[in-house]
């Protein structure tokens, strides 16, 4: 699966019931940093939107001292 429907499918869960569905967010965000860490140099496909959208539903599960590119950014 790509980041970015990683990502959307992390989001539409997060919209429909982010609490019934944390497990489920947490595990997509958790696979979003593998891709992160193998590819953040050679891929064009973590753009600014990409990463803040990735960012601010961390935030609000509150996994930002968990995930490498929420560290990197500090």
């Known amino acids: ?5 990683l ?3 992390a989001v539409f869960l997060f919209n429909n019931d982010h609490e ?3 497990d489920k ?4 965000l958790m696979e979003f940093e593998k891709c992160w860490l193998k590819r953040k140099n050679n891929s064009n496909e973590f753009d600014e939107n990409i990463m803040k959208t990735a960012s601010i539903l961390a935030m609000h ?3 930002a001292g ?3 590119w929420m560290k990197q950014a500090e």
């Open 1 to 5: 699966m790509s980041t970015i429907a």
């Open 7 to 9: 990502l959307n499918y």
């Open 20 to 22: 019934a569905n944390r």
């Open 25 to 28: 967010i947490v595990e997509l």
């Open 61 to 63: 599960l509150n996994l």
């Open 66 to 68: 968990h995930l490498s």
